[in-house]
């Protein structure tokens, strides 16, 4: 079976006057440029590439902006916008006009400082998502989830990613079912991208397959995405390491869920048309 295969979850940055990095960010002191990413994907077969804003820059989308449109036949991009500033859903409507973006990504903690998850100023910013068409991406621990899911109960409608299966322990079935409930809202999707960070072994990870077994069993592979998150996966996972987990080691996996995976759930959210 021959198809495309589009990773939804990498990152890039480049140390340059130019795109100045966030106060109080750390960034590696090496850069990941599209260039060096653009390399791998060659060398794998990837045809196309989600790049989701890199935390380094914050809510200046400007280098992802330049590089999406340098590259728009490889790249689309999920911008951030700050979620405790009441104008966020304005610069989203902003952002979402610049070529190649389509999505933005929220990341609250699972500390008191990611409390605004639960306050005013997230319905705003997700009645407008919902309003543009444009999917809501998570980075969530999953002791967040309940909070994550009485914002889709409200938009049904929105699109919605979970990143990384909220970084749930595979063998916390108590944590486990709370992912799971997320089954019932249609239009939510989860990435199996963090099976190298969540797992306690060596790869293939065996241990944190059993969570993307349970996921597929639940939610199905029409619902379900790969992702390397390169180059996080770096300090653990290769990035064709990360592409094998779902070609050859998920033995669970069928030919037809693999076409899923590597492709045709990630056009359901982000359409590259191939």
Known sequence: MKYAIIDPHVHVWKHDPKYPFAPGAHPPTEDRTPEMLLELMKANNVERTVIIQVIHFKWDNSYLADVLKQYPQYFKGVARVNPEDPAAPDHLTELMKKPGFHGVR??????????????????????????????????????????????????????VVIDHMADCPPDNQAQIDKLLALEKYPKVFVKVSHTWSLSKEEFPYKDSQTLVKKLHEKFGPQRLMWGTDWPICLSKCSYPQTLSMVKEQMSFLNDEDKHWMLNKTIQRVWNFGI
């Open 106 to 159: 929220i990341s609250p903690g699972g500390g008191e400082a990611g409390n605004w998850i639960t306050g005013p100023l997230m319905p705003p910013l997700w009645k407008r998502c919902e309003e543009l068409k444009v999917p809501m991406t998570v980075l969530v621990p999953i002791t967040r989830v309940p909070d994550v899911e009485k914002l889709i109960a409200k938009y049904p409608d929105l699109t």
